[in-house]
T-cell receptor, first 114, second 116 residues
Framework: DQQVKQNSPSLSVQEGRISILNCDYT??????FLWYKKYPAEGPTFLIS?????DKNEDGRFTVFLNKSAKHLSLHIVPSQPGDSAVYFC?????????????FGQGTELSVKP | EPEVTQTPSHQVTQMGQEVILRCVPI?????FYWYRQILGQKVEFLVS????????KSEIFDDQFSVERPDGSNFTLKIRSTKLEDSAMYFC??????????????FGPGTRLTVL
């Protein structure tokens, strides 16, 4: 099941710079997308979401961009901080999922170096 | 801040044994979920539960799995006869609104299940 893909398993960024994490999806029925952050030995923590009626959503240092025609979304973190080092998961859901099922990508491990 | 809690944090069991994983969802939430993550793989949906019945389940959630809300606060996942391949992190999640797939799901810290 490759409906949601994060092609970069890891990303290393210098503190203060921008981190860009990418996610692609194949199912055109998806209309809601979320980013979760996960530290080792903890559960995923909700970060930010976007509905398909928007192309951008911003919350502090975090911005998610959605390109529906390309079936692509990205998470921008500016400026990156060492505490942002974690695994970031992209997830998607659609109206046809009455049960609210989330489909996750494989995750990208972000390392922010001081 | 309210949070989802799970017990135990780590469960070791012998193949063929029954295990029950426990979760306490956020108190005003009405929709409950179980996901799992096998080491090195994606987080995968298992089941969603609302109003005392299963709303949706994945192919993984076969007859060996069951869920229950035995009282007003707990939500459990039972695996009747564990297999080696059931070894994974199991995450419970909850959300407020039924039938609204845009409602944010909040996850617990997970239970690491090891089947020997």
């Amino acid at each position: 099941d490759q409906q949601v893909k994060q092609n970069s398993p890891s990303l290393s960024v210098q503190e203060g710079r921008i981190s860009i994490l990418n996610c692609d999806y194949t199912n055109s029925m998806f209309d809601y997308f979320l980013w979760y952050k996960k530290y080792p030995a903890e559960g995923p923590t909700f970060l930010i979401s976007i509905s398909s009626i928007k192309d951008k959503n911003e919350d502090g240092r975090f911005t998610v961009f959605l390109n529906k025609s390309a079936k692509h979304l990205s998470l921008h973190i500016v400026p990156s901080q060492p505490g942002d080092s974690a695994v970031y998961f992209c997830a998607a859901s659609g109206q046809n999922n009455q049960g609210g099922k989330l489909i996750f990508g494989q995750g990208t491990e972000l390392s922010v170096k001081p | 801040e309210p949070e989802v809690t799970q017990t135990p944090s780590h469960q070791v069991t012998q193949m063929g044994q029954e295990v029950i994983l426990r979760c306490v969802p956020i108190s005003n939430h009405l929709y409950f979920y179980w996901y799992r993550q096998i080491l090195g793989q994606k987080v995968e949906f298992l089941v969603s539960f609302y109003n005392n019945e299963i709303s949706e389940k994945s192919e993984i959630f076969d007859d060996q799995f069951s869920v229950e809300r035995p009282d007003g606060s707990n939500f459990t996942l039972k695996i009747r006869s564990t297999k080696l391949e059931d070894s994974a992190m199991y995450f419970c999640a909850s959300s407020t609104s039924p039938r609204d797939h845009t409602d944010t799901q909040y996850f617990g810290p997970g239970t690491r299940l090891t089947v020997l």
